[in-house]
């Protein structure tokens, strides 16, 4: 087998097989550490690898060299000429998306307009290449959907193969002339930056947080673009993603072992225990008070 996963950290890593020389692996951090992950990967591979939060380094040769990939960038890698396996260490709380495709794969997909793709040129194509790039707006929405979509199994394969190719396409779709690129709700990149300054206002004030409207006319969006774009780019209605992200510090909070349940539930802004106690049963189907215990 070409890929082989070795000793990683539980729930760090997903993994789905798209098709034969095609894979897509979703990481993400949870916990409140680093985290190191290994993974074999043969010369025969293109990597492409997104970073949505946090950060990650890529080390490579033992150890003696490394890449830091920072939030909402990218990094292609692809050499012919020896294998590059996956060395990660993640940040706590990092999100990384890495599509994995075979050069016979890859060349199949372009073969009409491989010459419009840089590594595929007559001069490249048994070359080592290597770059790093920003990740656009749409190609954020994107990336965001393969990590937070939430489907019947039945046909998970079919969607994530169907946003694997649009990531794809919105990563090589990139004219020296744009400074726009479109996606159904949101008009320009100022409205994304806009809808991710709402993420961190409401996560800021995650005790006391402002109304869909204070929050529409604090940042300047339209009520309708706050409530689709926040949806288009991080999965989940604003205050849905904020329910989520409440559960999961009242979580590591609990598991710190440095708070009780009542000092837990009104960091994360529930004035009554009895209200915590419901919402963190909603979220994790146990009391925290069995939570904590079970960490024990």
Known sequence: ??????????GILEETQIETGFHILKFQNETNENQCVVRDIDSSYIQFHFCIKGAVTFNFNNGSYSINLSEENSLLLYN????LPMNLEMQTDAWLITVLISIKKFHALFS???DYIP???EGNRDKKYYTDADISPSMAVVLNQIMSYSLHPSVKLLYLKAKCYELLSLYFNRPEDANIEQCPFLVDEENVLKIRKAKEIIIARMSEPPTLQEL????????KKLKDGFKQIYGEPVYAFLFDYKMEVARQLLASGGHNVNEVGLKVGYSTASHFIAAFKKKFGT???KYVTGLS
């Open 287 to 289: 009391t925290p008070k």
């Open 216 to 223: 529409s006319k604090e940042i300047g969006l339209p009520l």
């Open 119 to 121: 590594f595929l040129g």
């Open 1 to 10: 087998m070409e890929i082989e996963l070795k000793n990683n950290a539980p």
């Open 112 to 114: 009409k307009e491989a």
């Open 80 to 83: 012919p000429q020896r294998d």
